[in-house]
């Protein structure tokens, strides 16, 4: 595991990261920005499965709110890979990092059983649940993500 | 591994609002982002010293090689609440007498 790592942090793309005086600000931003995506889309959707807004469109809503979600998680994804390069072994070795990255794999297999088992237009009772799941996980992610910065 | 809980400081809340200097020996160097951070000998204790990002440090007149082990430096800045850690982050750094300040603004 720890030669895996020192290796990854030994590639010209880790080398840069680390090293790079605005390129590793510039990740950062993006980083931000797709998390600001994820979240604000994350949010109101979550909330209508929960049954705010009971006379709009569930699916309709979906339309809209999910493809702006997964554009965020995608470039969070890379973005992320990309600072993680930074220090391989730092992040690693952090505990309050494993938890995010077990938290993203939970929320994103509760979206993927969202999106493709339980559908927009399910059950009331199930879409509840798959919605209050995600709002908590999502906003756990945000705040293991966030905390890494000050443990 | 050695880093882990060091390099994840950002900003001054953690420390006491108050400078200590620190003078000894660099044992360990590892800059980059999202800051640098130093093992600095001094007397019988090794206290980690944390330094700029690529950009403060430059800004700072800090050219590669500077910051080395076995360079003797006096530091200030402010250390840790908790002073069991043995940790400071760098205000200013002085080599040879010469003085880079990574944070001019700061006092």
Redesign the interface.
Known sequence: MDHWLEALAATPLAEWMRYSRWGYAAINTLHVFSVALLVGAIVPLDLKLMGFWRRLNTELIAQVLVPVAITGLLGAIASGVLLFLAGPADYAGLKIFLIKMLLIVLATLNALNLHWRIGYAGRQGALRVAGALSLLLWLGVLVAGRMIAYV | ?L???A?????W??TTGDNIELTGIITDVK????HGVLKVRAEQEVWTVEVG???RN?RAGLEEGDLAVDVEVKIEGEPSADITEKLMKAERIWIDGQLYELYPERD
């Open positions: 591994m880093f882990s809980l390099s994840a400081h950002h900003g809340r953690w800059l980059g982002n999202p990002q690529p950009y430059a």
